[in-house]
């Protein structure tokens, strides 16, 4: 079963947008921009750099610069679990 995005958050994982700059291939003079963004794990960033793998495996145009963000969007001091059942009708 896939972990939800909540799950996900409580176990450490946060938002994380990158901002990839990378040389067009017919062009290596003009520099182009594309944004990456989902939830990974600081300070490894397991997702991003999975993601950059395969850009710099099967894309053409090479990578000029990465800059990453990185933020916890809820922690685990934010969330208090009651105990309690409560029912509405």
Known sequence: MKRSD???QL???ALTTAEILYRLPDH?????TFIWQDLDMHPRFPKL????DFWEANLD???YKVTVAHRELISPAEVR?????????
């Open 61 to 63: 145009g090479p990578l």
């Open 6 to 8: 909540f799950a996900k």
């Open 81 to 89: 679990l009651l105990n309690a059942d409560y029912r509405l009708n």
């Open 49 to 52: 750099r999975g993601f950059l």
């Open 28 to 32: 290596p003079a003009l520099i182009q």
């Open 11 to 13: 176990q450490g994982y």
